[in-house]
């Protein structure tokens, strides 16, 4: 907008090219506002209230106000130095307030990836842990059993030859117990 206003006060005219160019660029500007508006914060929305409040953008305000009701009127009234300073200093005024809120983003998002991080964190040990678990676990029942069987064996080696005062010493109520005691 401010290149093309400058331009255009240069001419000391609007073409009607450059009024439609100019209003397609106020259009999208006042679309990108009102989204940012729906979806910003209220601290945001405060810090563009405060450059929406200033003097400079009041003056670029009437400005364009000035252009949309009359585009056909004569510009050689606009200083184009003054212009071009009131247009940048309300765009760095913007600019200001974007890198704050985008700083604020990023703020939240690192906040964001570190939470993540603790939890991928806990969830690794927790599986770790689980993992140990179930490993102690399947190495305990394995040796249950296994010994169990071993006794048996033995057992049964014994009563092969010729053995018949046999005892086990499993208390099981399992499969192998029920064995052990037949």
């Known amino acids: 907008v401010r290149s093309l206003l400058i331009k255009v006060i240069h001419d000391k005219a609007f073409s009607y090219e450059d009024y439609?160019?100019?209003?397609?660029?106020?259009?999208?500007?006042?679309?990108a506002l009102s989204n940012f508006s729906r979806y910003a914060t209220t601290g945001s929305l405060e810090e563009i209230d405060k450059v929406y409040?200033?003097?400079n953008y009041k003056h670029v305000s009437l400005i364009l106000q000035s252009i949309e009701k009359a585009p056909q009127q004569s510009l050689a009234d606009y200083h184009i130095v003054n212009t071009f300073n009131t247009f940048t200093q309300s765009i760095e005024d913007f600019r200001k307030v974007e890198l704050r809120i985008v700083n604020q983003i990023k703020e939240k998002v690192a906040e964001g990836i570190k939470v993540r991080q603790q939890n991928m964190v806990i969830l690794v040990v927790l599986v770790i842990a689980l993992l140990v678990l179930v490993s102690l676990l399947s190495v305990?029942?394995?040796?249950?059993?296994?010994?169990?069987?071993?006794?048996?064996?033995?057992?049964a080696e014994r009563v092969k030859v010729g053995a018949t005062d046999v005892e086990l010493d499993i208390t099981s109520k399992d499969e192998i117990g029920s064995l052990a005691l037949s």
């Open 20 to 31: 439609g160019q100019i209003r397609s660029h106020i259009s999208a500007y006042d679309r």
């Open 53 to 55: 409040d200033s003097e």
């Open 140 to 155: 305990y029942i394995n040796n249950l059993i296994s010994t169990s069987l071993s006794k048996l064996k033995l057992a």
